[in-house]
């Protein structure tokens, strides 16, 4: 990236480490066989790559069989949910992805708080006898908001005891995107208490296009993409060597510095929306604020137009986002920023803005000085206008 | 790759070329920003998407919006199949994504002639009035035949017309798996007239884990993978730039030397079979030898075990394969050579080779005298046991 470039949309995609760039090098163009073919050499590869795998699924608590690599978070969602045969539930704040997938099927949308959380009470309040499946997010990908997933997991057990019971014996199954998070706080499946889980290397600095199902053992996946039974016939195709071992390499720096980054981050995060809502009072700060992931920051300037805002802080080197990447191009209002409640006239003023590697306590005073300008410029402008 | 090893198995997986390495590499770590992002510099990356994809279609006479990038052929081939409503027309010898996504589907197998070539007239036998899809491949993956596609197209053309005539509006597509052939012939859409065709950059010493489809304008295609909406909605995920960049460069470059390169290919093949023949009269070549990829050799030794046969070969540095890559990791018998009726004691003594960028007339001479050393030893073994 251009050292002038100041980039706090982490949420959106991450810089693929060199130390990632370096751990797949070797297979581009030296170790490239099909981990298919028969030879020393490319049983090598298959070798290299099963390890990678189970030293990715080590990073969450899981084991190699138990992951199906796909090509993103996106695929690895599409695959949770249409392995599903009957009703879902999940939440009107979800990434398009869990939305369009569940769109396919019959399904109920839990309404977030205004805060921007989903709860376990209203998530039970959605589940029917036929549910079999409930996808919440591990953290909002537009808010940062940290959804209390532990507890949920508890009220599905909880529900799956009294279904026994009840002797209806339709299995009733979590998945979660992770794909925001994973680096952050702590993810691990067991510990989570979720059936499937979601991630993503693309947003944990490792290679683009990469992701990863995890699916408890005993759940049964329906494949989507078939022929020459590659990941346990469960996601044909010729396996991505060399995006696998960026991806596990990724993920075992990830974790390594999760907590030193956090508290890092945090840090960076809170000046700067401590300065932020001193200099302009009538700022909201959207989602939990104690809840939250360590980089995210959601800030709305009431009146102010958000995509100006971008576009004045891009002329000075920094990139912020007005929402999550894919809703941004879309040129429509957020629908989390819609489901947490918040006014069309402050939602239009929102800047998200995520923190990461690149980022730097430096960087932050910038970007502190060049907010506070070009809002108030803008307010200015609008007040005279 | 190793300097020592001899690799004749370009089929199964090529490596990454290194200037395609270099035309990625700005996109792993510097312009590493989400192409949907509102800022300019994710505004230039995905301008170079785009002309990237522009760049890459034009390589088979195509336009960028008339492609969907996807996670290589297998993905390709099921969305292509997946998006059909009605019976599929395919043939015995296809790839087994082709098979396997088919077998989802009201389907009818073609049988090739012993030469492994799908005659336009078998094809037609097959097709009933709600035939949507008929799928066969441009060149097969095993034996490296080329199937007669123009003139199956023509056939599908003129089926078009009676269904039109007859008052039958069902559509009638034909779509071919080109992964094996692209870089060797003439690979363009209007020219072989296919209407929806599968490509894969690493076949093509392309990023593995990166493919397209191509439809034709009018064509409607089914996404499997809902979400952000990408790919013009048919295929969500947020893009892979630096596998697409390579992509591109890969088509390009392999779209530039094709000429050259099949006739230097065909020349060392020709040498290699010639020889290997002429020591051994009782070997088989399987497939046509006229209508045959310039890298492709398939040879049997009757009564000899094709896997040793690898086995021996791998201890001399040079790496082969028994069939494709799929295939022979399942330690079955090759169903491409079981369709073309090929007798067991002989095809278990087969060996695809594989010829490319890699190959050097040293290294066909080498192979010749491997070959014939390991054959020879084999055929004792055997005579004296």
Redesign the interface.
Known sequence: ??GA?IYL?HA???????KV?AAMQPY???????P???????IEVRKKYESAKAALAATFGAKADEIVI??????S??LAIHSSSGHIVTSSIE????L??A??HDYTLVQPTEKGSITPDAVRAALRPDTTLVSIQLANNELGTIQPLRDIAEMIRDERAKRAEAGNNTPLLLHSDASQGFGHIDVHVARLGVDLLTLNA?KMYG????GLLWAKPGVLLKA???????ERGLR????????VIGFAKAASLADAHRRTEAERLSGLRDTLQTALVEAFPEAIVSGSTKKRLPNFLHISFPGIDG?RL??M??TKGI????GS??A???GTRSHVLTAIGLAPEVADGSLRITLGRLTTPEQIDRVIQEISSAVSAEQSRTNLS
């Not at 990139?319 to 007005?322: E, F, G, P, R, S």
């Open positions: 990236m251009s470039l949309d959106a995609a991450t810089p693929l480490d060199e760039l581009f163009s030296d170790a490239f066989f099909n298919s073919s028969p030879y020393a050499a490319a796909t090509a993103g978070a996106t695929e969602i599409n990434h398009h992805a869990v369009a997938a769109a396919e693309g290679p683009k296009a990469v989507q993409i078939v022929g020459g039974g590659q044909s195709g010729t396996e991505n060597v060399a995006g995509e971008v576009f802080l891009e990139c912020v986002a007005t990447a894919c941004a191009n879309k």
